[in-house]
């Protein structure tokens, strides 16, 4: 069983960046493909990005190609989200996850962290 907590949440004004990280318990956390998903009010959760659990293979999702970049250290078990150019339009519940294939489905994941807030002003 892994639990994860998410933290580094927060208000940040358009542009800013910020960074979350997702730190698990329980053991094995390097067997993990580690995704990011997000869920705004009133619309379903969707996919963020993911990162491979050995060689750190990283897929993102179109709308945050290029501003975005997840990575890993497997020696602190802990993921982490880095979060540039923010826009109004990435404001949603940010939640990570844990799971043994590199897919974008949520369903495909076993392990789910509580969420962290990120609000983007403009």
């Known amino acids: 069983h892994v639990q994860l907590v998410e933290s580094g949440g927060g208000l940040v004004q358009a542009g800013g960046s910020l960074r979350l990280s997702c730190t698990a318990s329980?053991?094995?956390?390097?067997?993990?493909?580690m995704g990011w998903f997000r869920q705004a009010p009133g619309k379903e959760r969707e996919f963020v990005t993911h990162i491979s659990g050995s060689i750190g293979r990283t897929y993102y999702a179109d709308s945050v190609k290029g501003r975005f970049t997840i990575s890993r250290d497997n020696a602190k078990n802990t993921a982490y989200l880095q979060m540039n150019s923010l826009k109004p339009e990435d404001t949603a519940v940010y939640y990570c996850?844990?799971?043994?294939?590199?897919?974008?489905?949520?369903?495909?994941?076993?392990?789910w962290g509580q969420g962290t807030q990120v609000t983007v002003s403009s």
């Open positions: 996850a844990a799971g043994k294939l590199m897919l974008i489905s949520a369903s495909t994941y076993d392990y």
């Open positions: 329980g053991d094995s956390f390097g067997s993990y493909v």
